[in-house]
Every structure is written in C-alpha cells, then in structure tokens.
C-alpha cells in the first residue's frame, strides 16, 4: 500500500467503524437470537424435566430457573454454543432437585434413593401391560414410554434424552452432563438395554 | 444386560417421535407459563448490568473528578500563577548573563570572611 493509499484508506476504515451497528440495535438482536433459541427448546426442555421430577409444576419451576441461569451465564456467548450449554444448566438444575428430594427423603426417616444401585425395569410395573409398543395408541405408548424412561437413573435418562431425543453428539452431550465422553457412551449403552428390555412386549 | 441391538433403530425411532409428539402437544396453559418464563429470564438479561457498561461508567466518573481536581488546583494556584508571569527579554539577559554569576562565585571567600570580622571592622 502506498502512502498515498493509506491516506485514502483510513477514513475508508473510519467510515467502516461509523457504519457498524449501533449497540442498542445489536443487543436488541441478541435479545431476538435468544429467544428465538429459548422458544425453540423450552417444550422439549419442560418434558426432559417432567421425565426426571415425575410432576410438571416442579419441572415448569426448574426450566425457569435454568432459562435465568442459562441467559445470565451464557446469554454473551455465540449462538452456536447455545444449545449444549442450555442443557448443561437444566441438568445441573435436575441434579440438584434429585439431591433435594433424596436429602428431604432422609429427613422423614425414608430410604434413600440410589437409583444407580436399584434395577430400574422393577420400577416400571405398568409399562408391560397395554401390549407392544408399536401397536399401542399414541396416547398409551407415550406412557409407557414415559413409565420406562422415569424408571431409568438420571444419568442414563438424560444420556439418552440428549443424545438420542436431541440429537446432540457425545462431545455435546458430555459437556451437558459434565462427564467424560466415556461415561456418555457408558450411560447411553445401559440405558438402551434397559429401554429395550423394559419396552420389549411393546415392539 | 443384554447387548444393544442392530434393531433398536425401530423403536428408538418410535420413541423419539412419541416424545416429539408429547411436546408438541402441551396444553395452552403450560406453553404460557412457559412463555412466561422466557420473558422474566429475557428481562433479567435486558436489566442487568454488562461488564462494558460498568466499565464505562466507571472511566466516565474518573474522567469527572479529574476535571474538578484540575479546576480546583487552578483556583487555588491562581495567586501564584500571576507572579510566574513570562519572562521578557531582560530578564533573561540579567539571568544568563555570565559576567554577575562570575563575580559572585569568584567573591564567596571574601563574603564570607566580612561576615566573620567585628562590626568595628567594616569600619563602619
């Protein structure tokens, strides 16, 4: 570049600068990605919660509070980073009712649930009944689809919630659950037998 | 535990496509709580304070009392600043003349001595 162009070059650059945006449209913008993003995640967010917690009043209470954890936290990063760390935070949050409810089981002298150390398909008395899967009514299959996927510890459910029902890949679905990908593959595996198992007469 | 399946693609399918379903399919008065609840996380978003902001106004308060600061020293050094009026021509010449600043450095000894002889002495 010449001196001559530089000269030319710089209020170029200046007028460049003077053209972006101005900040409020562009948070504005932001604000539109953002909910864009929530609006587009919030139902499957809300049945992820009423799969863990069983009641839907406590799932809508924990899909809000990761919606402000969520914005506050990673609001400011790029769009593209949104979705895993969205479940990240709804996780956290399913994790952290878990541990109340095991806590609060404690203090009214109940048994402590490990659900890790309990066979879950002996959770899931009713899911068997209404016959096979694939010939039962939407309305029934959904709930023994629900009944089998409640009856699964939080790790294997939310392993195969987000990686199968979401779509996310191993890596994703690791930083959503803070894990290895290891223990991903590890939690998808069991959790997949257990369904078949439980879901087997409906197939 | 058995093994997966090559055939748990069937059912996995059906799966996923009842869960779709269950979400697609939740009551008005659901999707307005939920609605509800992205506008209050959006509005916290709207409300809060970034860290730019802070940061600006921060430089914008430093920038405010430097200003005071300054125009308080210059009010109070006011007097003073008139006798540092700029120097003229002749005050110059007295001051880099060479010839004064000899004569007195070549006369310290014997200002010296006359300050240390009796007042009788300086004849006076």
């Keep these: 570049m010449t001196p001559d162009s530089a000269l030319i070059a710089i209020p170029g650059c200046l007028m460049a600068a003077f053209d972006d945006p101005p900040a ?16 587009g995640i919030e139902r499957r967010a809300l049945r992820m919660a009423e ?16 919606m402000l954890g969520f914005v506050r936290h990673y609001g400011d990063r790029d769009g593209g980073e949104w979705q895993p760390l ?49 010939r039962l009514a939407d309305a029934e299959a959904t709930l023994a689809l629900d009944g089998a996927l409640r009856a699964l510890p939080i790790r294997q459910r939310q392993a195969f919630l987000l990686r199968v029902w979401e779509g996310l890949d191993v890596a994703d679905t690791a930083t959503a659950m803070r894990c290895s990908e290891g223990s991903v593959k590890t939690h998808l595996f069991r959790a997949l037998a257990n369904l078949r198992d439980a879901l087997e007469v409906h197939r | 535990m058995n093994a997966p399946h090559d055939d748990d693609a069937r059912w996995v399918d059906r799966a996923t496509a009842l869960l779709d379903a269950s979400a697609d399919n939740l009551d008005a008065a659901t999707l307005s709580r939920l609605n ?23 430089a914008g ?38 010839d004064d600043t000899l004569d007195l450095s070549e006369n310290l000894d014997f200002y010296a001595w006359l300050e240390s002889q009796p007042v009788d002495a300086h004849g006076g």
């Design chain 1, 24 to 39: 409020a449209p562009r948070a504005e913008r932001e604000s539109r990605a953002l909910e864009a993003f929530l609006r």
């Design chain 1, 51 to 66: 799969l863990s917690t069983g009641q839907r009043e406590d799932a809508l209470d924990l899909v809000q509070d990761a």
């Design chain 1, 86 to 134: 969205f479940w990240r935070v709804l996780d956290s949050r399913l994790n952290d009712w878990h541990r109340r409810q095991r806590v609060r089981g404690r203090w009214w002298f109940r048994p402590a649930r490990n659900e890790d150390d309990e066979d879950p398909i002996a959770a899931v008395p009713d899911a068997r009944e209404p016959g096979p899967l694939a």
């Design chain 2, 36 to 58: 509800r609840a992205r506008q209050a996380a959006l509005a916290a978003r709207r409300g809060r304070w970034r860290p730019w902001t802070v940061g600006a106004g921060l």
């Design chain 2, 61 to 98: 308060a430093a920038a405010a009392m430097l200003a005071i600061a300054i125009g308080l020293h210059g009010r109070i050094d006011a007097p003073s600043s008139q006798a540092a009026a700029p120097l003229d021509a002749t005050d110059i010449d007295v001051l880099s003349s060479d």
